[in-house]
């Protein structure tokens, strides 16, 4: 795996609904003018910036627009094309966890002071590989019952070896509940990551599962005469 070193700033995009994870892809559309500004200048330099998770769970500070949660991550550009309009559509993989410390400033676009994050594996191997596969066996059941994955992604999964990785890639690719991605994110002990992810997956299956039994014979688009 390829070493990036992380500048002490990095331009950030605040977003609602999207968590941002290492090592996965994340694909975007610059159209702001405050973002083509930023992509301009990443491109020029070292093509780093990161993504935060837009915080309305707490009051902002004075003067702070768009608050950021303090957990994000950043991404380096893999590839990017600008249309004739001067918009762009471009894919960024995450780099690493990092604290944000401080917003350096706000013009021409948002500039933040962060600190890199390192994860701890929670486990040894063994207990690390039990807990894979039971958020494999969990994710392969929830298919079964119906809840779509992107193609190929269980496919992928099963190819990752390093744990950590795994469970970012896992979690950010197949985890709808934006509030726990968000404290999955946070969370830096790999394993306590992959059984929180486990708890929720178990969950969604009880509700599949029960929406099926309510269901009866109807077809999705006759639930609601039940």
Do not use: W
Not at 58 to 66: D, K, L, M, R, T
Not at 200 to 226: P, V
Request: proline share 7%; charged share 25%.
């Amino acid at each position: 795996m390829e070493t990036i070193e992380l500048p002490p700033t990095v331009p950030v995009m605040t977003l609602p609904n999207t968590v941002f994870f290492p090592q996965s892809l994340l694909p975007l559309h610059i159209f702001e003018p405050r973002y083509r500004a930023m992509l301009r200048d990443v491109l020029a330099t070292n093509r780093l910036f990161a993504v935060a998770h837009l915080d309305t769970t707490h009051p902002s500070e004075p003067g702070v627009i768009e608050p950021p949660h303090r957990i994000a991550s950043v991404g380096v550009v893999r590839a990017c094309q600008e249309a004739a309009d001067g918009t762009s559509n471009l894919l960024l993989q995450g780099v690493c966890r990092v604290e944000i410390s401080a917003i350096v400033r706000e013009q021409p676009y948002r500039l933040i002071a962060v600190r890199p994050l390192t994860t701890v594996s929670g486990g040894n191997h063994t207990q690390l590989e039990i807990m894979r596969l039971e958020v494999l066996r969990l994710v392969q059941l929830r298919r079964r019952l119906g809840t779509p994955a992107p193609k190929g992604m269980t496919q992928f999964l099963e190819t990752i070896e390093d744990f950590d990785t795994f469970a970012d890639v896992a979690v950010f690719n197949l985890c709808d509940n934006v509030a726990l991605k968000q404290r999955l994110l946070e969370e830096l002990d790999t394993r306590q990551r992959l059984k929180l992810f486990a708890a929720q997956l178990k969950l969604d299956i009880e509700d599949q599962r029960l929406r099926k039994k309510l269901q009866g014979e109807l077809s999705d688009d006759g639930i609601a005469n039940n």
